[in-house]
T-cell receptor, first 114, second 113 residues
Framework: GAGVSQSPSNKVTEKGKDVELRCDPI?????LYWYRQSLGQGLEFLIY????????KSGLPSDRFSAERTGGSVSTLTIQRTQQEDSAVYLC????????????FGPGTRLTVT | GNSVTQMEGPVTLSEEAFLTINCTYT??????LFWYVQYPGEGLQLLLK?????DKGSNKGFEATYRKETTSFHLEKGSVQVSDSAVYFC????????????FGSGTQLTVLP
């Protein structure tokens, strides 16, 4: 079946602009995660959605970052007023609910802020 | 909080050599432990996992045993191949509400023919 998809695959933006990154999880997966992979910080958790529950935003690095998940499926991560330190690969993952279920990762969006 | 400490790389081995990548963790409860692999130009893939103490995860010739007493989950393979060249990440997921993964820093493995 189809895996997790993300778009765009690459995004170059100017400092100060807003960007939106999209994630389509695997059908039937109720849990959705956003992570960031950068040279300096490694792989960091950003935000978690589970069904209709309030998202866990504990990993978001600043209030410039926000995310939503519409209809329990597609998610959009928005970064406002981008800074150069936001340059990274943004990864989305999804899984079934419950203990021990594997998280399946998308290919990522490489964001470059110039 | 949770943390994962992973052996620093890069690691370069000859084909058919034995591989060990060390991983230790700190967690408040009884986490699930994972090894993920990232092949060049590809996304993260789960390599193996273990969900409780003394469990052994295995896949593609790789093994790791969940050692609660030493809080470790070392990755081993008896005979590496060129195709194993990749970045390997150790990770844990706690049993709290979010279950997000906490990753180690990654170990770059290069296997030479």
């Amino acid at each position: 079946g189809a895996g997790v998809s993300q778009s765009p695959s690459n995004k170059v933006t100017e400092k100060g602009k807003d960007v939106e990154l999209r994630c389509d999880p695997i059908s039937g997966h109720t849990a959705l995660y956003w992570y960031r992979q950068s040279l300096g910080q490694g792989l960091e958790f950003l935000i978690y959605f589970q069904g209709n529950s309030a998202p866990d935003k504990s990993g978001l690095p600043s209030d410039r970052f926000s995310a939503e998940r519409t209809g329990g499926s597609v998610s959009t991560l928005t970064i406002q007023r981008t800074q150069q330190e936001d340059s990274a690969v943004y990864l989305c993952a999804s899984s079934r609910a419950g203990e021990g279920y594997e998280q399946y990762f998308g290919p990522g969006t490489r964001l470059t802020v110039t | 909080g949770n943390s994962v400490t992973q052996m620093e790389g890069p690691v370069t081995l000859s084909e058919e050599a034995f591989l060990t990548i060390n991983c230790t963790y700190t967690a408040t409860g009884y986490p699930s432990l994972f090894w993920y692999v990232q092949y060049p130009g590809e996304g993260l893939q789960l390599l193996l996992k273990a969900t409780k103490a003394d469990d052994k995860g295995s896949n593609k010739g790789f093994e790791a045993t969940y050692r609660k007493e030493t809080t470790s989950f070392h990755l081993e393979k008896g005979s590496v191949q060129v195709s194993d060249s990749a970045v390997y990440f150790c990770a844990l997921s706690d049993r709290g509400s979010a279950r997000q993964l906490t990753f180690g820093s990654g170990t770059q493995l290069t296997v030479l023919p």
